[in-house]
């Protein structure tokens, strides 16, 4: 099982909302990522979480919370949206954060904020 | 400032033919070096991941090299079908980046038939 899992596939919600997504691997990676990705740009880097733990944060405003409950859940939290952060979320995961290896990536969940 | 180029920034061929995309970046102290596929609106898809130790890798009718000392990438693709339309993404990990991996901007690619 090389796949990773995302829901929901689409979101709308209005900028007093709060909502979460959800990222799902089963196949024993130690790594997760969150990236946002807006129309015809590539992805950026938001978390990495590493053996569960938070080591990486791009500076994200607070309106973004990850969580990683368990080695094959991650959450991102979301409260107090701007339209600007309407985009297309990507949830990704490794085996370990290690420099050789390879990210998987999920599908991915469409947000639009009103 | 580490960046990865991506050239060209659209392609349109005719089915069938052999076709190369290009990736550069400017720094040559890399671990690896991935290509992905997108189709719009859909997550990526990791086609082939070279470490920084190997000069190319092979999957079915793709094809990357990497030349580290000048900085490139290829991707070739040969005997191109419609269905391999989508845009093709190259991803760079630094040594000096940690976990990250710094992505050029893509090229999308038709193919006619």
């Known amino acids: 099982d090389t796949e990773v899992t995302q829901t929901p596939k689409h979101l709308v919600m209005g900028m007093t909302n709060k909502k979460s997504l959800k990222c799902e691997q089963h196949?024993?990676?130690?790594?997760m990522y969150w990236y946002k990705q807006k129309a015809k740009k590539p992805p950026e880097l938001m978390f990495v979480?590493?053996?569960?733990?938070?080591?990486i944060n791009e500076s994200v405003p607070s309106r973004f919370s990850p969580e990683c409950p368990n080695s094959s859940l991650l959450n991102l939290h979301l409260h107090a949206l701007q339209p600007e952060d309407s985009a297309l979320y990507l949830c990704?995961?490794?085996?370990?954060?290690?420099?050789?290896?390879?990210?998987?990536f999920g599908p991915g969940t469409r947000l639009l904020v009103l | 400032k580490q960046e990865v180029t991506q050239i060209p920034a659209a392609l349109s061929v005719p089915e069938g033919e052999n076709l190369v995309l290009n990736c550069s970046f400017t720094?040559?102290?890399?671990?690896?070096l991935q290509w992905f596929r997108q189709d719009p609106g859909k997550g990526l898809t990791s086609l082939l991941l070279i470490q920084s130790s190997q000069r190319e890798q092979t999957s079915g009718r793709l094809n990357a090299s990497l030349d580290k000392s000048s900085g490139r990438s290829t991707l070739y693709i040969a005997a191109s079908q419609p269905g391999d339309s989508a845009t093709y993404l190259c991803a760079v990990r630094y040594e000096t980046s940690g976990s990250r991996l710094t992505f050029g901007e893509g090229t999308q690619l038709t193919v006619n038939p």
């Open positions: 979480y590493s053996y569960e733990k938070l080591s």
């Open positions: 720094d040559s102290a890399i671990y690896n």
């Open positions: 990704a995961s490794s085996h370990t954060p290690g420099a050789g290896e390879t990210q998987y």
């Open positions: 196949m024993g990676h130690r790594a």
